[in-house]
């Protein structure tokens, strides 16, 4: 469960501003970024206009969505 977060991680240490918080961002727009890409599918749909892939990051706090 942590091994895929790991790299947004290593991205993110010593960046400004809150470390997890940081992650998370990171790890939402690399995994948007790999769904528009590992799938043939799902890139024959972006590539004709039909599908957008967008990473956002869900405030359980708050519960507003803020679109990266």
Do not use: C, W
């Not at 790299?7 to 939402?28: C, I, L, Q, S, W």
């Not at 799938?39 to 892939?53: A, D, M, Q, V, Y």
């Amino acid at each position: 469960m942590i091994e895929p977060i790991v790299p947004a991680a290593t991205a993110m240490r010593g960046k400004p501003g809150d470390f997890v918080d940081n992650t998370v961002r990171e790890n939402a727009k690399r995994t948007a970024q790999r769904l528009a890409t590992a799938s043939p599918t799902l890139s024959k749909l972006i590539k004709e206009g039909k599908l957008k892939i967008v990473a956002a990051h869900y405030d359980l706090d708050d519960g507003k969505v803020e679109y990266l």
